[in-house]
Nanobody, 120 residues
Framework: QVQLVESGGGSVQTGGSLRLSCAAS???????MGWFRQAPGKEREGVAT???????IYTDSVKGRFTISRDNAKNTLYLQMNSLTAEDTAMYYC???????????????WGQGTQVTVSS
């Protein structure tokens, strides 16, 4: 069992930046790690995924604005979010999977989420 805890969410103005962190209870090098988000009235969507070696997948809407990274020694996952817009407002979740995927259903372990609110 892997415990994941997100932090770094908050309120920011349009065009601003936030850096989310996800701390794992133990080693995560055996897992692909991902960030997902769910806005009110919308389905959960994959934002970005990263392998232990640094390979990444991004959803088109965040490409060029968001950067996923991980520090395997610290068992921590990050999501740097720049040029934020109202469309980025959502609850953001960290998750772990044995599958290299951006599909929420492929991820087994999930954090509790951290809220990101972008206002104009």
């Amino acid at each position: 069992q892997v415990q994941l805890v997100e932090s770094g969410g908050g309120s920011v103005q349009t065009g601003g930046s936030l850096r989310l962190s996800c701390a794992a209870s133990g080693s995560t090098w055996v897992y692909y790690m991902g960030w997902f988000r769910q806005a009110p009235g919308k389905e959960r969507e994959g934002v970005a995924t990263i392998s232990s070696g640094g390979s990444t997948i991004y959803t088109d809407s965040v490409k060029g604005r968001f950067t996923i990274s991980r520090d395997n020694a610290k068992n921590t996952l990050y999501l740097q979010m720049n040029s934020l817009t109202a469309e980025d407002t959502a609850m953001y979740y960290c998750a772990a999977s044995v599958i290299y995927s951006l599909r929420p259903a492929d991820f087994r372990y999930w954090g509790q989420g951290t809220q990101v609110t972008v206002s104009s």
